[in-house]
């Protein structure tokens, strides 16, 4: 049933819509256009999907960690009503200048994404993100990786990559 192991997505510019500012509240998150379609279908042919999404917010005391949760729950929910499944959320809360290891261009998340699930096929997975450091934090790993933006979007690739493996 599933023909590849693990989908690694940022969330921010690839789940929902990237803001100037950071999402404080569930009001204030969009999802990217047909982005929950492209969850739903990515589920089916990925044995899990896993969020790797860098959040300084908390970081500057914008967002309380908890509220983070909150907001992701939500995000979950919504995915879930649309038969999408998220295996697990990995965030780093650093601010950019503390020399953590989990903040990408770094790679500690999906390390400890490979720690917590050991049977990940490194080689049959795939990153999914908007920004260079995401892209980056996926070579490191010797993961397949993808950048989009707002014209080729998860749901762009979700396409041609069903169409590609029918």
């Known amino acids: 049933m599933h023909r590849f192991d693990t989908l690694f997505l940022d969330r921010d510019g690839v789940i929902n819509k990237k803001l100037d500012g950071y999402v ?68 780093c809360p650093h601010l950019i200048n503390e020399s953590c290891n989990c903040r990408k261009p770094k790679n500690g998340m999906i390390q400890q994404a490979l720690f917590d699930f050991p049977e990940i096929n490194v080689e049959n997975s795939y990153l999914i993100g908007d920004s260079d450091s995401d892209i980056e934090a996926g070579n490191s790993m010797n993961l397949s990786t993808v950048k989009v933006d707002n014209k080729y979007t998860l749901a762009s690739w979700t396409r041609s990559l069903t169409n590609i493996n029918c």
């Open 24 to 91: 404080c509240d569930f009001e204030s998150f969009k999802f990217m256009p047909d982005a929950l379609m492209a969850i739903s279908k990515l589920s089916k042919i990925f044995k899990r999907i896993l969020i790797v999404t860098n959040q300084q917010c908390i970081g500057k005391k914008i967002l309380t960690p908890g509220k983070l949760t909150d907001i992701h729950n939500q995000m979950l929910s919504e995915i879930n009503k649309h038969s999408g499944v998220i295996t697990k959320i990995y965030y």
